[in-house]
């Protein structure tokens, strides 16, 4: 399974960017998908998850409310739309696939994207 994360870049406080994660795989509708992020000198933190049909949908308490997965199975994709954007969101977003349950316990996902970085001007 190969994950590619893209979307990112630079923008402004308040601003929008729409993340995708295209998978490699037969059946993508097999996987559960989940965003995470990385910060300088932090670790790697939870930020959204799907499941396999998208009917179950989490987000980690910073991002509630202003971030939003999705998933379209049958172009192998799922999105992170990340609205009013701010400061502390600078990261470098990993999208993950597992075919267990979705799950925000970034140990369950075993197959990972390269990250995409995202940098928010104050």
């Known amino acids: 399974v190969q994950l590619q994360a893209s979307g990112g870049g630079l923008v402004e406080a308040g601003g929008s960017l729409k993340l995708s994660c295209r998978a490699s795989?037969?059946?993508?509708?097999?996987?559960?998908v989940a965003w995470f992020r990385q910060a300088p000198g932090k670790d790697r933190e939870f930020v959204a998850a799907?499941?396999?049909?998208?009917?179950?949908?989490y987000y980690g308490d910073s991002v509630k409310g202003r971030f939003t997965i999705s998933r379209n199975n049958a172009e192998n994709t799922a999105y992170l739309q990340m609205n009013n954007l701010k400061f502390e969101d600078t990261a470098v977003y990993y999208c993950?696939?597992?075919?267990?349950?979705?799950?925000?316990?970034?140990?369950?996902?075993?197959?990972w994207g390269q990250g995409t970085l995202v940098t928010v001007s104050s």
């Open positions: 993950a696939a597992t075919t267990n349950v979705v799950t925000m316990v970034e140990s369950w996902y075993r197959y």
């Open positions: 795989v037969r059946t993508f509708s097999d996987y559960a």
């Open positions: 799907i499941s396999w049909k998208g009917i179950d949908i």
